[in-house]
């Protein structure tokens, strides 16, 4: 079954503290791989499209990169306005339908 | 470039009355998506339209659920009777192609069932 997996569910750090969020994807005939911004009470803000292994994008302190099974957004030198909950999202190659993960909520201290 | 317009952004009803929810979509956008977030979860899709035509309802409870898209325009996602198990964020995106880009989002509307 096709699926989507990300971790941590949560993670706080401090600001200027870098990590990763992974993307871990089971998907039969990958499309693209899809990283989304979601604030409270908005809906989800395009970040990256990712279609091939290999593949690396960035924004401002954001990279997102692709393996053949996974994909991680590197976050570098966080602040406080990066916190949100981040979202990756899977299309098939058969019907373009996005697969959905859970998300990692990310919380950015001053 | 406006962007995607859903309304109301809140609603509370009890169990088994009926709601529905409008969304206008960008401007020139053929591809118009409604989705169900429940609280810590990531969207599940619930129909997807291509101009005024269905392309995925798979997902969707047709028992209660029902949806049109008007004109290749606006849309309306309605939900009769309304069941506790339907509390959740619909957001509804718009794309330019039916391709699984880049989706944009409305604010969604907050259901909740009493």
């Known amino acids: 079954e096709d699926q989507v997996t990300q971790s941590p569910e949560a993670l706080r750090l401090q600001e200027g503290e870098s990590s990763s969020l992974n993307c871990s994807y089971t998907?039969?005939?990958?499309?693209?791989l899809f990283w989304y911004r979601q604030d409270p009470g908005k809906g989800p803000e395009f970040l990256f499209t990712?279609?091939?292994?290999?593949e690396e994008k960035e924004k401002e302190r954001l990279k997102a990169t692709l393996t053949k099974k996974e994909s991680f957004l590197h976050i570098t030198a966080p602040k406080p306005e990066d916190s949100a909950t981040y979202l990756c999202?899977?299309?098939?190659?058969?019907?373009?339908?996005?697969?959905w993960g859970a998300g990692t909520k990310l919380i950015i201290k001053p | 470039e406006a962007g995607v317009a859903q309304s109301p952004r809140y609603k509370i009803i009890e169990k088994r009355q009926s709601v529905a929810f409008w969304c206008n979509p960008i401007?020139?956008?053929?591809?118009l998506y409604w989705y169900q977030q429940i609280l810590g979860q990531g969207p599940k899709l619930l129909i997807q339209?291509?101009?005024?035509?269905?392309?995925?309802d798979s997902q969707l409870p047709k028992d209660r659920f029902s949806a049109e898209r008007l004109k290749g325009v606006d849309s309306t996602l309605k939900i009769q009777p309304a069941k506790l198990e339907d509390s959740a964020v619909y957001l509804c995106?718009?794309?330019?192609?039916?391709?699984?880009?880049?989706?944009?989002f409305g604010p969604g509307t907050r259901l909740t069932v009493t």
């Open positions: 999202a899977a299309a098939r190659d058969s019907n373009y339908q996005l697969i």
């Open positions: 998907v039969s005939g990958l499309r693209g």
């Open positions: 990712l279609y091939s292994a290999g």
């Open positions: 339209f291509q101009n005024n035509g269905v392309v995925d």
């Open positions: 401007s020139g956008h053929a591809t």
């Open positions: 995106a718009s794309s330019a192609h039916a391709g699984g880009d880049e989706q944009y």
